[in-house]
């Protein structure tokens, strides 16, 4: 099977040699879920990080020790889970809002 052609940005796709090749993948709306809120607390995590490390966070009054990486990952993981959790929220109701749009039937 030949190498397929993914649109993530409009493009100059106007021959139908090019429409031919470009494949529409579907995903399930929680594997969109999870994707999304992956994606939210990763970038959360990664930046609290930064933050005890170049010590930013120092200027608010949170300080970290030498020595004690494993606590401050473990505080970080914590923290950034609330931003993942409100994600998960948002796009649970955007979805149900989306599926109450496209399917008026489904109402209850």
Known sequence: MAPATVITARADVSTDHQLSKVVIVL??????????????????LLGLLGAFGLGAAADLGVTMAPGTFWHT????????????????????????ARVDTNLPQMRA
Do not use: W
């Open 27 to 44: 995903m399930p709306p929680l594997r969109i879920i999870a994707v999304r809120a992956s994606r939210v607390y990763l970038q959360t």
């Open 73 to 96: 990952l473990m505080t970080c993981a914590g923290l950034a889970l609330a931003p993942a959790v409100m994600s998960i929220l948002q796009n649970t109701a955007e979805l149900l």
